[in-house]
């Protein structure tokens, strides 16, 4: 083996860091769980996207799934980053609008999380905002017609900015929540996030309104002036935007099992044990927090 060559969306580039650490490490990918803990150098990898989402290509993250404790779990490390990047955004082209949907909703999901995460910088919040106001703009052109390229480009290169963003702020609790549907029921990690996404944001707008309404005048939502009200301004949108981009509510989703109201608690239990809960603005999260939200994403 020379190098790896990742091709396709987030799980694609994930696998491959992935099988890259077992190759040049050894032992078994859970070894490796947390932040740093590759020891060894591992082989170049060209990262090459087929979506625009998920800014694998350019983290050091392999999100990844423990099929035996039913649990989503990260390696971090720098020696992870892919060595080159192919950003081009024919590969894109033929993304069927649901995928398209999906992870470019994602992409909305780490700008805005990163923006109003506890570890955000001027630098980070950037990054995310712009990454915002490129996501918003151009993913409902593609969502309608997925030949138009200028737009294709442009979140491609979007997926780039906001990964500048989250991969250095963190995220927070809607990830938090997307990683265990992803784990108990196959959700797509897109689908998950914008699942919750609106009603998170809405938890969260009490913590730091200044924030939300910040990003609600960089997509240009009208607002009244009056903060109680215009720091909802966002999530509403976010729930506007998640309907129209055909994304069913949460007993609509689920491949092996259907989700139902009894799988709250569980759902909820595991949610509290994620590491993106740390850098949510609000820590006052709660099982029945995060029920409640499963209540309204339902």
Known sequence: IDAFVAVGGGSSMDTAKAINVLTSNGGNIMDYEGIGNVPKPVYPLIAIPTTAGTSSEITNVAALVDTKSVRKYVVIDNKIVADKVIADPEFTRTVPAGVTAATGLDAITHAVESYISNEATYLTKYNSLRGLQIFYENLPKVYENGNDMDAR??????????????????????????????????????????????????????????????????????????????????????????????????????????????????????????????????????????????????
């Open 153 to 298: 480009e442009k979140m491609m290169l979007g997926c780039i900015v906001v990964g500048f963003g989250f991969s250095n702020a963190n995220l927070g609790l809607v990830h938090a929540i997307a990683h265990t549907l992803s784990a108990h029921f196959g959700l797509a990690h897109g689908v998950a996030n914008a699942c919750v996404l609106p009603y998170v944001t809405a938890f969260n707008a009490e913590k730091c309104p200044n924030e939300m309404i910040e990003m609600a005048k960089a997509i240009n939502l009208p607002l009244t002036g009056d903060e109680e009200k215009d720091k909802f301004a966002l999530a509403n949108e976010l729930g506007r935007m998640v309907k129209e981009m055909g994304i069913r509510p949460l007993h609509e989703q689920g491949r092996e099992h259907k989700i139902t109201e009894a799988d709250f608690d569980i759902i909820a239990t595991d949610a509290l044990k994620e590491g993106p809960l740390h850098f949510n603005p609000r820590q006052d999260v709660t099982k029945e927090t995060i029920i409640e939200i499963l209540k309204k994403a339902f």
